[in-house]
């Protein structure tokens, strides 16, 4: 049995919502756990499902790991297994942080491929030829990626493209590597910065972490630590479009607004009045949202796990929004959805032109990743009748307790079973 929401619309969200912690951040954080023997703790973690599914990946591993309430307890072993089988890594992409933490603690890794992705190929091309330079051997065999390394050593490495990652793996390989590694044009992110924290607090040397260049003094060993997942940007911001698309006040608790500067520029741009505090960020929408044009791009640039919920928004916005989307090709798919629910939407290539209407109308919608998901659910509190929202796990996968923060809003939601 499958499961469903049925989202009715017409109502203003107001309210208060608390974020956990952040999904991109904590599966890494849990990775790098993979880099000391003993016990390393971390708090904040967020409630879905990827978590314990990464828990899964690193007792394949030989740690052992405990999960209690938003605490996970993670202990390695002083030599952990270099194998991530299908079955561990099959059900999410992520589980790939693995391979630079076990080439620097194993000198070897072999990680299966997870499958294809409804956003577009991703390909691992610059997470091997960064460990290539940093002295690793790597291939693609039997649908693993392989990396091997006898001696592994400092080296300058300059990405094509500031993939996270790409910048994530090599980071936690050069982290025990011999001698300075620098990482160009590295991804800014938020949660590399919250990697880059935790590493040193186990005893790494890594500077530049926010800026393009990731300087890394290899050390021989790290020790464990104990620390705390950032809030997620991501959730965050999707209750802050929430707030704009149903013309609500909502405050959302729990992540640096900081991390949010131009998505909440570009909320106010759409005519809300946004206020940061300091544990958040407050956003009133008095009338109907203008229209507002964005091109998603690596941080501090829009980002693109919020393309979805900025289209939904666009969608009911007084006037014209252009939309391009430069990070995944096949972004776009889920705009067919949209048009279902009433969007007068466009795309070609990678650019999207959407033409506001008033009001949405309910349909059955199918959600092809966690983002697209919540734009439809946006969508549907603002189409007139109940819409019917399906392949809901991936929503579950991004946000914790979904139902009862969008209720706890004044969101007509419900989650029912399809047999
Ligand atoms: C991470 C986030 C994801 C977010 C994305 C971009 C996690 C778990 N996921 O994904 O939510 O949407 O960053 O902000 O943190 N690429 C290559 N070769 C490579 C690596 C990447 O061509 O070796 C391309 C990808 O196909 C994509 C682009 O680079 O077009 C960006 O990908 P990347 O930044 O690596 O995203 P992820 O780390 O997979």
Redesign the pocket.
């Known amino acids: 049995m499958s499961e469903h929401f049925l989202v009715t619309g017409g109502n203003r969200l107001e309210g208060e919502v608390l974020v956990g912690g952040a ?3 904590v ?2 954080l849990m990775a790098a756990a993979l880099l000391a023997e003993g016990t390393t703790v971390v708090t904040n973690c967020p409630d879905i499902l990827d978590v314990p599914l990464m828990a899964d990946v690193l007792r394949g591993l030989g740690c052992e790991v405990e999960l209690e309430d938003s605490e996970v307890r993670i202990t390695t072993p002083a030599e952990p297994k270099y194998h991530a089988d299908f079955d561990a890594v099959k059900q999410f ?2 589980s ?2 693995v391979l630079g933490p076990l080439v620097a603690r194993c000198r070897r890794a072999v990680v299966a491929l997870p499958g294809g992705d409804a ?11 960064g460990l290539r330079l940093l002295g690793a051997r790597s291939e693609i065999e039997h649908g693993c990626v392989v990396a091997e390394a006898d001696d592994l050593h400092g080296a300058n490495i300059r990405l ?9 793996n090599i980071l936690m390989a050069a982290v025990l590597a011999r001698g300075e590694t620098v990482i160009d044009n590295a ?1 800014r ?1 938020p ?1 590399i910065v919250d990697l880059c924290n935790m590493l040193n607090e186990m005893g790494a040397k890594v500077s530049g972490g926010g800026s393009s260049t990731l300087t890394i003094q290899g050390v021989r060993k790290l020790e464990p630590t104990t620390h705390r997942v950032i809030g997620d940007r ?1 959730v965050a911001a999707t209750w802050g479009v929430a707030a704009s698309i149903t013309r609500g006040d909502v405050r959302v608790r729990g992540v640096n607004h900081k991390h949010l500067g131009l998505v909440l520029d570009k909320l106010r741009t759409a005519g809300a009045e946004v206020t940061p505090e300091v544990d958040g960020f407050r956003v009133i929408q008095r009338e109907r949202p203008k229209a507002v044009n964005f091109a998603t791009l ?2 501090p640039g829009f ?3 919020l393309q979805p919920m900025a289209i939904g928004l666009a969608a009911v916005a007084e006037g014209t929004s252009m939309i391009t989307e430069n ?3 096949s972004r776009f798919r889920f705009v067919e959805e949209m048009i279902r629910l009433g969007a007068d939407a466009r795309t070609d290539g990678h650019h999207a032109v959407i033409r506001g209407v008033p009001v949405l109308s309910s349909a059955p919608v199918w959600s092809s990743d ?2 697209a998901g919540a734009g439809l659910v946006l969508a549907g509190l603002v189409a007139d009748g109940t819409t019917e929202v399906h392949d809901i796990f991936h929503i579950d996968r991004g946000y914790p307790r979904f139902v009862e923060n969008l209720r706890g809003l004044g969101g007509v939601i419900e989650r029912v079973g399809t047999e």
């Not at 577009?120 to 610059?126: E, F, K, N, Q, T």
């Open positions: 999904k991109n951040s599966l890494k992409r992520a790939v942080c956003i577009g190929s991703r390909p691992l091309d610059m997470h091997q030829s094509v493209f500031p993939s996270v990652g790409a910048t994530e991804a992110e949660e991501i690596p941080y980002p693109t796990d990070v995944f090709e966690i983002r």
